[in-house]
């Protein structure tokens, strides 16, 4: 099929499972941030299950091809994964300054960071048990999670880096042996620190994807709109993704208006096209969908475009992350009909 479509990772959580108020007065939490569910504890991993059987079965009417979990279990993208780590001290916390210059609480790297045991499998299990269409998951990618963590125990940010991407590398073993067809990492802060990028990033992502037994992907964004208002011009870190042995690539393209001749860079890699805009509550026509995925064309050959959200839909209220997430579908089908 031309132009797939598929979220990046995350759906909004129902506000009955969720403070949403309080999710969205903070950053998305490095630590662990219970206190954001409404649920008691004893009940809350029934109460994931069901919201995110709704979060699947919502992607399906909207007309989705490729289906994730929504993320509905996780209090951020990252934290689920990089706090189940063994090196960290969770209880007295580290702090690292936000691309958007605020101070946040951190895991502290107090030993060697390691897999314990699987993290994410049985959210994978539970996703594919009930969709029969193509599954992705995500996991934060090895170079974001070294700069979301205060090192105090390795001689440099790098070292830390290529353990995550170890821990990384073992869970997307587990992942694709239990189902998943695409195994995404999400890797922000490519984008954030371009230059501590320059000099491991891609290293460390390439480490966390060698051997990878299914389609593996990485997401580069400027940051959740509800978070980061302002866009830059252009990527920072994007042309060196070349170099990287990932089969696709997640890139924001609306509320940006990213000029997409840059693409023609990445020439030979599967572009997943960010055509939402997230920063704006109107929901947009399949028209204005249409017309975002044809700008990508001239640089990107159309068997390799993925239509996707410019970003994870976890702050948007959740009638207008349905209706886009439809407009999405029909705008996708719209440009693929152009070319049948």
């Given amino acids: 099929m031309l132009f797939p479509t598929t979220l990046v990772g995350s759906y909004c959580q129902p506000d009955w499972l969720i403070d949403r108020e309080k999710l969205k007065g903070q950053f998305p939490p490095r630590t ?20 995110t059987r709704v979060a699947i079965r919502e992607q399906e009417e909207a007309g989705l091809d490729i289906i994730t979990d929504g ?103 587990d992942l694709f042996a239990a189902g998943a067809d695409i195994v995404q990492l999400d890797e922000p802060w490519l984008q954030a620190k371009p230059d501590i990028a320059n000099d491991y990033g891609i290293e460390a992502i390439n480490k966390a994807l060698e051997g990878a037994a299914g389609t593996t992907a990485v997401h580069i964004c400027f940051g959740y709109a509800a978070m980061t208002k302002k866009r830059p011009e252009g990527y920072s870190f994007l042309p060196q993704m070349k170099a990287c042995t990932c089969d696709q690539i997640s890139i924001e393209t609306a509320q940006s208006s990213l000029d997409t001749s840059v693409l023609e860079e990445l020439r030979g890699k599967t572009i997943m096209v960010g055509v939402l805009d997230l920063s704006d509550m109107t929901v947009e026509t399949p028209e204005i969908i249409a017309e975002r995925i044809r700008r990508a064309l001239p640089y990107v050959d159309a068997d390799k475009v993925v239509v996707a959200p410019d970003c994870g839909l976890k702050y948007l209220p959740r009638n207008v992350a349905f209706g886009k997430m439809k407009a999405m579908a029909d705008g996708a089908a719209i440009v693929r009909a152009e070319h049948a």
């Fill in 32 to 51: 662990r941030a219970k206190e954001l569910w409404r649920i008691p504890e004893h009940l809350l991993s029934e109460a994931q299950d069901d919201a």
């Fill in 71 to 173: 993320e509905i279990r996780r209090e951020s993208y990252s934290n689920r994964f990089a706090t189940a780590l063994d090196g960290l001290d969770l209880d007295n916390y580290g702090t690292v300054i936000t691309r958007s210059g605020s101070p946040v609480p951190v895991p502290r790297i107090v030993g060697p960071v390691a897999r314990k045991h699987p993290v994410e499998v049985e959210d994978l299990k539970f996703l594919r048990a009930y969709t029969d269409r193509k599954v992705k998951i995500t996991l934060p990618g090895p170079f974001t999670m070294s700069l979301q963590a205060q090192n105090d125990y390795y001689g440099s940010t790098a070292e830390l880096a290529m353990d995550y991407a170890q821990a990384v590398k073992e869970e997307m073993a």
